[in-house]
């Protein structure tokens, strides 16, 4: 009788204690479920972690800049997901040069920096950290082209729009 009622009671605190975990029937695709919300790994967003944060800067924007020598522009760029991190997205001719820039995203999701790169005729890197909307379609970089043959260097704010 006493190791029945012990069973009983074992089985009456499994249940209990199984109905009130709040993580039971969550699941989150890259994080890990902390009191019944998901908890992102770096380089994801959404209620289930399953959006990659840099999806959201893939497409084609009109970029219109104004820069310190060169005055005002418009033209395209486009945007892309980084397939090695899901923290950095790829950007084509940026200053109008024909090179690709890596955009490292911060972990917010929204904010990113571009490191010094060399594109040949010198190097372009972020002066602030850049900023996008939440959904990425409209993207804010204040950057510094530094020239190897001329100065000053060139300091330019775009802005861009998908």
Known sequence: MKLGFVGVLAMAASLFLTSCNPCKDVVCNNG?????DCVCN????????????????????????????????????????????????????LYREAFTLRLAINDDGLAFTIATTDIGSGSIRTTSAGTSNADGSTINIDYEFISETSAPSESCAAVLER
């Open 32 to 36: 890990d479920c902390v009191e019944g």
């Open 42 to 93: 770096a380089g994801y967003e959404s209620d289930d972690c399953s959006a990659a944060v840099n999806a959201k800067f893939s497409g084609r924007y009109t970029l219109t800049e104004t820069c310190t020598t060169t005055g005002n522009d418009s033209y395209a760029v486009n945007l892309s997901p980084d397939a090695t991190s899901p923290s950095a997205a790829l950007i084509d001719s």
